[in-house]
């Protein structure tokens, strides 16, 4: 079955430090992943996708990710952490059997506290 | 600006009285998606329109209807709203083609209170 996992609910961080928040997938074929984010009453924000090519994606914000096959992983990464950063982070896998519509199954998200 | 655009942002209603959400955007999205979420949880899918074809997700309850009748606009109805149907609602869009995955782009959502 397609799944994705985020272990931590809860991420710590102080400001200016790296920050990692993980992501497993679990797919059949060729994963395509996504990670957004969700600040207050706010709906959810692009940040990234991996869909083939290079293994580290950049995205907005200063966020990256690292897409890893062995490991079936795609964690997000910020070398500084911010503030700002602190809200929920949300990782997704294309539906491989969603047809024609890329429909998403995201994880059950993450909370980023940066602390000042 | 090229966006997803939901009205209203706050929404409350009575138990039981009918309710309309509503999205529309100016990105030219062929695809547009209503989600529920509820307390930080993950966005569940109710239904989609791949231009005008209607996609309802299994475990949708029968409460919740949709219409599309354009390409910009699209409109969440429930029927007889529940306190269970407390949630925020959240409308994306994304530019599809077979084969080609594009990123679903969110507006800032609903929250719906029934009381």
């Known amino acids: 079955a397609q799944s994705v996992a985020q272990p931590e609910d809860q991420v710590n961080v102080a400001e200016g430090n790296p920050l990692t928040v993980k992501c497993t997938y679990s797919v059949s074929g060729n994963p395509y992943l996504f990670w957004y984010v969700q600040y207050p009453n706010r709906g959810l924000q692009f940040l990234l996708k991996?869909?083939?090519?290079?293994?580290l994606v950049k995205g907005s914000y200063g966020f990256e990710a690292e897409f890893n096959k062995s490991q079936t992983s795609f964690h997000l990464k910020k070398p500084s952490a911010l503030v700002s950063d602190s809200a929920l982070y949300f990782c997704a896998v294309r539906d491989e059997y969603g047809g024609a519509t890329n429909k998403l199954i995201f994880g059950t998200g993450t909370l980023l506290a940066v602390q000042p | 600006d090229a966006m997803v655009i939901q009205n209203p942002r706050y929404q409350v209603t009575q138990f039981g009285k009918p309710v309309t959400l509503s999205c529309s955007q100016t990105?030219?999205?062929?695809?547009m998606y209503w989600y529920q979420q509820k307390s930080s949880q993950a966005p569940k899918l109710l239904f989609h329109y791949y231009d005008k074809d209607f996609n309802n997700e299994a475990d949708t309850p029968d409460n919740f209807q949709s219409r599309r009748p354009n390409t910009s606009f699209c409109f969440l109805d429930i029927r007889s709203p529940g306190l269970g149907d407390a949630a925020m609602y959240l409308c994306a869009t994304s530019r599809e083609r077979q084969g080609v995955s594009y990123e679903q782009y969110f507006g800032p959502g609903t929250r719906l209170t029934v009381t």
């Open positions: 990105l030219n999205h062929n695809v």
């Open positions: 991996y869909i083939t090519g290079d293994n």
